[in-house]
């Protein structure tokens, strides 16, 4: 049996991935702080899908809670032949009024967190000469936005780069950038999306299917829906500051909301 390692397993894109997988047969190691909230994802899934459902509760801003899935994932015995890298959370405000113990703990969950599961995982998947890993990032990757677009940037650019090291070696990579998804993130980061139109917003079991479609067909990054890659390409090219200015009038901030995670 296929097994697939999901973290921030419990809501949004990760619930997703979660259910994709189950529905494709997959046994599942789900990946989430909350031990209650994961317990009631596993009975679930076992129950809709009649899959295997193991549960991990680990903190990935912390090294412990890292390496407790390092652990899980260099497992002999029980490999895990995909990696879905979805933990991550959102800090809303400006660059010098977020606390920057908040900032150090989003750069662990989004880069050390990423980096360290990857290599724990892709260590056995060469040696399988099978195995995929999908980080997620976001269209954010390419918006001027502070440390949440820097890290979801460096996702970016670390899944392109370790695809084409190991190009040949059966592992494949994708990196998921999706745009507005109706998820539990802006309201556990503190933001009012309200104001948003209903054409922004993507469905979370719409973006898997598209990162999996792009996967079988060789792609390394995805973004998913044609008004995000329009977006994409015109960040290309557009002033950075027209981009900071749009993303700069989206919500509110509350502050007793700060760095909700999964």
């Excluded at 494709?24 to 129950?47: C, F, K, P, Q, T």
């Excluded at 662990?108 to 195995?131: D, I, P, Q, S």
């Excluded at 970016?156 to 190009?167: K, M, P, S, Y």
């Amino acid at each position: 049996m296929t097994t697939s390692l999901v973290t921030g397993a419990t809501a949004g894109l990760g619930a997703a991935f979660a259910r994709r997988l189950a529905a494709d047969g997959h046994g599942l190691v789900l990946v989430a702080r909350d031990a209650e909230r994961l317990a009631r994802s596993a009975a679930d899934l076992r129950e809709r899908y009649g899959v295997e459902v193991e549960v991990l509760a680990a903190d990935l801003a912390a090294d412990a809670g890292i390496a407790a899935v390092e652990a899980r994932l260099r497992e002999p015995a029980r490999p895990v032949d995909v990696l879905v890298n979805n933990a991550g959370f959102g800090n809303r405000g400006a660059f010098l009024d977020a606390p920057i113990e908040d900032e150090v703990r989003m750069l662990k969950v989004h880069c050390e967190a990423v980096l360290r599961l990857t290599t724990a995982a892709v260590e056995g998947m060469r040696e399988r000469r099978h195995g995929f890993v999908v980080n997620v990032s976001s269209v954010a990757a390419y918006m001027p936005r502070g440390t949440y677009a820097a890290s979801k940037a460096w996702a970016v650019r670390f899944t392109e780069g370790i695809a084409h090291e190991l190009r040949g070696s059966g592992v494949r990579f994708l990196a998921l950038c999706p745009g507005f998804v109706r998820t539990e993130f802006h309201a556990r980061a503190g933001m009012d999306a309200s104001g948003l139109p209903s054409w922004a917003w993507l469905d979370a079991d719409a973006v898997v299917a598209a990162a999996l479609r792009d996967l079988a067909r060789g792609r390394v990054v995805s973004v998913p829906s044609a008004r995000y890659k329009v977006a994409v390409s015109l960040a290309r090219h557009v002033p950075p500051t027209l981009f900071s200015a749009a993303a700069g009038r989206t919500g509110r901030y509350d502050p007793k909301l700060r760095g909700a995670r999964k």
